[in-house]
């Protein structure tokens, strides 16, 4: 059974109705206008004093009795047949209880997995595997990406050339529209590996009762590495359990049953005891992903009025031995543009494989497209912002620029005089895009004990954006409880399926779910009310930790005391996330302004200010949302400007495998942040929660470089802008 | 480290250690450095240019830790991060970077902040070690750690128990410390999730509560705790 329900939805001075069928057990989507007591209020997260004072147990944490340490032998060569692989001498090692060779085809890579020891301390696995002897036939390789693309170059995979098939799609008429557009630019862009440098590295503990297993480990989809690891041991899915309480960052890196998971439950079966085995930092550069480098080649071209007319793409990049590297997402969407031309090509190199990085694709897209973008203003005479708003036809990402502009200052800053020191301000704005609705797959259970408590139940994870903080707040919210009422148990598949923590979809896929069970709780709740208050069910609500009549909220009775009437200990109530409505916008948009200063004798960089704006949808909690925005910036501000892995062309490994020489953002980077968000409601789900951890990184190494090209009078093409760089920028011709 | 077979396969005793410490010459104090049984003797006495011998084999020492002494018996090669972590369960120091350049493991050795990665374990002898379990608990929270809560300085929360302490140290040596002194007391502790503003926020706060000791009501609970507090 189902109903017609109209609703209002869109942002402040933009709504529109929708009608929209709803089942009989889904409530009704949040409206534009929806009055909440808990949603929307800056709320610490449940979690917070656990991390605060470390006692939230990670899989690095995870102490078992008997447990023994993991450790992996990695190839020191970057393409390599084995011969043989002998573990005799580690096997003797005192304290070694197993040792398995990994198969993972040929090496392809420095620090591709060979063989694994567990022992009874983390320093004799270490010396286990010092005593592993391999004999490597070692072959031809090549790590640098324009090398790789010579006919002549060592072959990555004998299937093919290293030069992956192009893949093009065509809109329009672009070289038409190049010949009679009033304006064109074309200019080269280029960005670098970056790493994800999760903070716990990857890894598991892997525990064995007979037939059962049991893996805590640090994933971004505990029932994706359940699924992985009863395929692999040829088991029922329901004898694979996988908990992951607290999880150390992810960034896209860990989806699945990583070589290291799955080696910590080979090595726990065949000691016949717990394995725990967490990477080394320099293994997480080397082996769990990246994201794959840029070369990309932009023509844009404009008419007379300053529209855009005509886009072009080549671009190549490389994610080592993995694909992914296309970087087109914010050329076919983000401005207006009726002529477009996209060609991208994936390049092998013996290095590291892709792993899906915090908008795959877009933060390199982007900073090609918005430099290029103020190469075009600048050579058509119009204000950067403007030429943006001109080209823009997302009315959220219009009201953005305005609020933006405002907040920033964008025009004053504009119209003030160059400066003649070496000391050089600029400025830059760029846009973000991207699509974190949400979709069906998770189902979620809510439980109400006698002595009042309220348990939130689903197999849902938390990477860092406080996913039990807002699943407990949406509860809440529906039952009309205190948020300390409710209790977030998520991270372990004992609980009820849901979708792994990737492309912004938790909050969006797992609120809806909730907020259904949470409804169906509420309903048997007030069937237990109704006779006391001498009401129909239908005829009350759930307000201030109260059930109470409608039309008389004097007829109440506390929550507590209605669970009291529960007849066993609990009752319980699912809810599932239903397919996607018709909503107002299935896209969100965003944008950031950064001011940032040269040095133009020493070439070092530094962000002052930078002003976001964004949107994602009904915002649950502004604190932890905001603590998001600030990380995507931060993180693009490193991709900007310091992140880079560097290979060793001559020895084929990576020179930087640490965090002292992979530089990333630290305190003193941080410039002045301020945060805005547009608040949109979009019934595309019972919620309209939109995820906003990639959105809030596609544009803010766009915004720095933009700024920086500004203040230097000159592009800078290439990333990151180390001070060799920007002083080379500062080199070439106007 | 040692790498050859014997070695590895055949742990020092502790008379084969006790015979390597009179053929080096460097017998001052060494049967009390790595003792057979806890607290049988009392920090050693080094004079000028002698030498401690220690190793390669396991030995139990005792470190103050929390203001509690703990024995353990650990490999002098193990850094006091690990023999926090793995001998004494205080799993809340974190491993990160394993060489000094991320904080994700500091803890207070005699009120100074330092990180654990980068100290042998036989070298935190003698000295107060303070933990970030030390420091305060989900039911007695330190202000430092309730204004990281309350500002949301954390995210994933890997890096948090580093940055805490860094920060706790900190408002210890300078309670009023302004921003440019909270960078820069930071400025060791890598956090990937980018959560530095807030904790920026959280610091400056905590600088100005400081002492006032008003931990308030709990927001919320998850599994495995007790309770959730934080300062209103």
New interface residues.
């Given amino acids: 059974m189902s109903r017609r329900v109209t609703l209002t939805l869109g942002f402040e001075g933009n709504t529109r109705d929708v009608t929209v069928v709803i089942p009989d057990d889904e409530p009704t989507p949040w409206q534009w206008g929806e009055r909440f007591a808990l949603v929307g209020q800056p ?16 899989t ?2 995870v ?1 078992l009795p008997g447990m023994l340490y993991g450790a992996i032998l990695r190839s020191p060569i970057p393409h390599a047949r084995v011969r043989s692989v002998d573990l005799s ?1 580690a096997e ?3 304290g070694v209880r197993a040792a398995t060779t990994i198969d993972s085809g040929e090496v392809r890579f420095a620090g591709q997995e060979i063989a694994a020891v567990a022992a009874t ?3 004799i696995a270490a ?1 286990a595997l ?2 592993i002897k391999v004999d490597y036939e070692p072959l031809p390789f090549v790590v640098d990406l324009e090398a790789a693309m010579a006919d002549s170059a060592p072959s990555v995979f004998a299937r093919g050339p290293n030069l992956g098939k192009p893949k093009s799609s065509t809109v329009g008429d672009p070289d038409g529209a190049f010949a009679k557009a009033a304006a064109t630019i074309e200019a080269t862009y280029t960005s670098p590996v970056q790493t ?5 590295t990857h890894g598991a503990v892997a525990s064995w009762d007979g037939d059962e297993l049991t893996v805590w480990c640090s994933t971004q989809g505990v029932y994706a590495v359940r699924d992985d690891l009863a395929v692999y041991f040829s088991l029922p899915p329901d004898q694979v359990r996988v908990i992951a ?5 992810g ?1 896209g890196s860990k989806f699945g049953a990583s070589p290291e998971i799955i080696t910590a439950a080979r090595l726990a079966k065949a000691a016949g005891a717990p394995v725990k085995l967490m990477l ?2 320099a293994a997480e550069h080397l082996a769990t992903g990246n994201r794959p480098s840029a070369v990309q080649r932009v023509k844009l071209g404009v008419d007379s009025t300053g529209a855009l007319v005509a886009i072009d793409l080549k671009q190549h990049g490389s994610g080592g031995i993995g694909g992914g590297s296309g970087s087109s997402g914010p050329f076919r969407s983000v401005y207006r543009c009726p002529n477009i031309r996209l060609e991208e090509r994936n390049v092998y190199t013996n290095a590291g494989p892709s792993s899906p990085m915090r908008a795959p694709g877009w933060p390199q897209g982007c900073f090609a497209l918005e430099l290029a973008m103020d190469e075009m203003a600048r050579k058509a005479g119009i204000d950067r912002l403007e030429f943006r708003r001109r080209n823009n036809d997302n009315p959220v990402r219009a009201a953005e620029y305005e609020i933006g502009a405002r907040n920033f200052g964008w025009a004053a800053k504009s119209a003030a005089p160059k400066q003649q020191g070496p000391l050089r301000r600029g400025i830059g704005v760029a846009s973000a895009l991207w699509h974190a609705v949400g979709n069906s797959g998770p189902e979620a259970q809510v439980i109400a004990h006698r002595d009042g408590r309220v348990e939130l139940r689903i197999g849902t994870q938390d ?4 996913t ?2 807002i699943l ?1 707040m949406v509860a809440a919210e529906e039952l009309g409880v205190p ?2 009422t ?4 998520i991270g372990d598949t004992h609980y009820l399926y849901s979708v792994p923590s990737g492309g912004s979809g938790t909050a969006p896929s797992n609120t809806p779910a909730v907020r259904q069970a949470a409804a169906n709780l509420r309903d048997k709740i007030f069937r237990l009310a109704a006779p006391t208050l001498g009401a129909e069910p239908g005829d009350l609500e759930a307000r201030d930790g109260q059930i109470r009549v409608r039309v008389n909220p004097s007829r109440a009775m506390a929550f507590a005391d209605v669970c009291k009437r529960i007849p066993g200990d609990s009752i319980s109530a699912q809810g599932e996330r239903i397919a996607n409505y018709e909503g107002f916008r299935n896209d969100q948009s965003g944008c950031q302004f950064a001011e940032v200063e040269v040095d133009t004798e020493t070439g070092i960089v530094r962000v002052v200010n930078l002003v976001a704006l964004h949107d994602a949808g009904v915002i649950i909690d502004p ?2 949302a ?3 925005v ?6 693009g501000i490193g991709f900007a400007l310091f992140e880079d892995r560097r290979m060793d062309p001559a020895l084929g490994v990576m020179m930087n495998p ?3 020489d992979y530089k ?5 980077d ?1 410039p002045e ?1 301020s945060v805005t968000f547009v608040e949109v409601a979009n019934g595309i789900s019972n919620t309209g929660v939109m995820g906003l951890g990639e959105a809030a990184h596609v544009a803010s190494a766009a915004a720095v470089a933009c700024a920086v090209s500004d203040a230097i009078g000159r592009p800078a093409r290439d990333l990151p802008l180390t001070p060799d760089r920007v002083l080379a920028a500062m080199e070439r011709p106007a | 480290m040692p790498t050859d077979d014997d070695r590895l396969t055949r742990p020092l005793s502790r008379r084969a250690f006790l015979k390597g410490a009179v053929v080096t010459g460097a017998i001052a104090g060494a049967a009390g450095l790595i003792r057979g049984a806890p607290g049988a003797a009392e920090e050693p006495q080094l004079g000028p240019g002698m030498a401690e011998r220690l190793g390669p084999g396991a030995g139990t020492i005792e470190l103050k830790i929390n203001g509690e002494a703990r024995q353990l018996t650990v490999e002098p090669r193990v850094t006091l991060l690990r023999a926090l972590r793995e001998n004494l369960g205080l799993t809340g120091t974190k491993l990160v970077c394993d060489r000094g350049s991320c904080g994700a493991c500091t803890v207070h050795l005699d009120g100074r902040p330092v990180t654990s990665c980068m100290m042998l374990a036989v070298d935190a002898r003698g000295h107060e070690i303070t933990t970030i379990e030390g420091l305060g608990t989900p039911a007695r929270i330190h202000p430092v750690q309730a204004a990281f809560v309350n500002a949301d300085a954390l995210q994933c929360g890997f890096c948090t128990p580093g940055m805490v302490m860094s920060v706790a140290a900190a408002l210890q040596r300078n309670p009023g410390a302004d921003l440019a002194e909270i960078r820069h007391a930071t400025s060791g502790n890598i956090c990937r999730c980018g959560t530095y503003p807030h904790v920026f926020q959280a610091a400056l706060n905590a600088g100005k509560v400081n002492g006032s000791k008003t931990v308030a009501s709990l927001t919320g609970k998850v599994r495995g705790s007790k309770s959730v507090a934080g300062l209103t």
């Avoid at chain 1, 990477?463 to 406080?466: H, R």
């Avoid at chain 1, 990333?664 to 003193?668: D, E, K, M, T, V």
């Fill in positions: 709320t610490p997260r449940v979690d917070g004093a656990l991390k605060a004072t470390g006692a939230a147990r990670y690095y944490d102490q001498a003797r090692l005192a301390t983390p320093d010396d010092k005593l994800h440098v999760s903070l716990e309480e607290f999880i150390g960052g960034f080394p930092r990477i860092g954006t406080g039990r903080t407990a948020l300390s409710v209790a977030s148990e604190l932890t905001r603590s998001q600030n990380g995507g910036i931060i993180m640490t965090m002292d990333l953002p630290g305190s003193l941080v942040i």
